[in-house]
């Protein structure tokens, strides 16, 4: 009898045997990156009238927010939400919050359901 304690790692690459489902996560990350996109657009043709004093836009495109991953059906998707810098007045401040993915979501609702 042999004792093996090799433990085998997973690849460093991030390719999983099975390329089908890599092709979903991707897809799903593009939809996802999509609908982001196009919320975004949506909030910045909003404000896009409104400048500062220096007659600088208002509400300015500022980066992306730290990737992190959200458990869907498909295995975990590493998302980049995209964030807004407002140039107005201190008081009332425009933040950017996504109605498909909220600040804290890790795991799609379908997931939810499923775990007790």
């Not at 730290?66 to 201190?90: C, H, L």
Request: net charge neutral; glycine share 8%.
């Amino acid at each position: 009898m042999t004792r093996d304690t090799i433990t085998a790692l997973p690849d460093p690459k991030g390719f999983s045997p099975d390329p089908l489902t890599d092709l979903m996560r991707s897809g799903a990350r593009q939809l996802i990156e999509q609908a982001l996109e196009a919320e975004l657009g949506a909030l910045l043709a909003q404000f896009s009238n409104e400048t500062t004093g220096e007659g600088h836009a208002r509400i300015v495109r500022h980066g992306h927010l730290p990737e992190r991953e959200i458990m869907t059906g498909v295995g975990p998707v590493a998302v980049r939400v995209p964030r807004v810098r407002d140039r107005g007045p201190q008081a009332d401040k425009v933040r950017f919050t996504s109605s498909i993915l909220p600040p804290y979501l890790r795991k799609a609702k379908s997931v939810e359901e499923l775990l007790p």
